[in-house]
């Protein structure tokens, strides 16, 4: 019988998560896997040893070292080929105490809701949010909320808090799309292109009734960047970007029902079972 993969911890998911060549975009592309980027991240952007990147990814010093090679065979054909570089999948699991949010654990059969939040409203840049307000559903009703201060910055670090604490749907005004690709790999489904009153969008999401904006997209990450606002909405729960009033909600009559998860995984992608275990992407 085999032995069983370990999990690779890793600190963080990167902020950006596809590079192509200045002339466009290469017929092939070379997959970096979160484990394999976290490896390159360690050891040439931290400067540790193998043997200290070992430590800190929780494997031995042989894993590391295949890690690694692999890692810089993938960058080096990305760089000398012009080929498209993506960073997707692996077998990695969250550091559970650098972006585990302090909040109550969540019920069976419960789905948790993050909304980013500024006094009472859905604050419309995802990437520079102070706060999240957390609400647990059951049953199509919100059963508890709590509010909640962010744990680093950086859309890695907001998508590896939202993980770890249990999250399974984000509602938000405007994201960019690397923070669209880290909430997919941590199997948090997004609600974009929302605004208004936060209580009451995480009541009609729990409630199957929420109409938002898929396409609602932050070009930049800075407030009023060059000349560029996510944040000038309509009142209600969606409209983004001078869609006029109302709502504009796509898919079958505008609405989303919600999307039940089990408790827990922190490991691996899209594994929302109990225990943490590893996902699919496992390599050796």
């Given amino acids: 019988m085999p032995r069983p993969r370990r999990c690779r911890r890793i600190g963080c998911y990167p902020d950006h998560w596809r590079f192509v060549p200045e002339d466009g975009e290469a017929a092939e592309t070379v997959v970096l896997s979160l484990d394999e980027f976290e490896t ?23 894993t590391v070292t295949a890690i690694y090679d692999s890692a810089r065979r993938k960058l080096a054909r990305f760089l000398t080929d012009g080929l498209t570089l ?12 650098e972006h585990k949010m302090k909040i109550q654990q969540k019920g069976i059969d419960q789905m948790r809701i993050a909304v980013t ?18 609400y647990d559903a059951q049953d199509g009703k919100i059963v508890s909320s709590q ?14 808090s939202l993980k770890g604490g249990q999250v399974d749907e984000l509602l938000c005004g405007g994201i960019a799309m690397g923070a669209r690709s880290e909430l997919e790999e941590a199997g948090i489904k997004l609600y974009p292109g929302c605004s208004g009153s ?51 909600g ?35």
């Fill in 147 to 160: 509010v909640v201060d962010t744990n680093g910055s950086g859309h890695g670090a907001l998508a590896g």
């Fill in 40 to 62: 390159i991240r360690l050891i040439d952007r931290e400067g540790m040893t193998q043997e200290q990147c070992a430590v800190q990814m929780g494997v031995a010093r042989t």
């Fill in 250 to 284: 796509h898919g079958e009559d505008g609405h989303c029902g919600h999307h039940g998860h089990g408790e827990g995984g922190h490991c691996g992608h899209h594994d929302h079972g109990e225990g943490g275990h590893c996902g699919r992407h496992g390599r050796d």
């Fill in 117 to 134: 939040y500024e006094n009472g409203e859905i604050f419309q840049h995802f990437g520079h949010t102070a706060q999240f307000k957390i």
């Fill in 86 to 97: 993506r960073i997707a999948g692996g077998n990695y699991s969250l550091s559970d105490d």
């Fill in 198 to 248: 936060a209580d009451e969008a995480a009541a009609a999401l729990a409630a199957g009734t929420l109409s938002f904006d898929p396409d609602a997209h932050c070009d930049h990450h800075g407030h009023g960047e060059e000349g560029h606002s996510c944040g000038d909405h309509e009142e209600g729960h969606c409209g983004h970007h001078g869609h006029g009033e109302g709502h504009h």
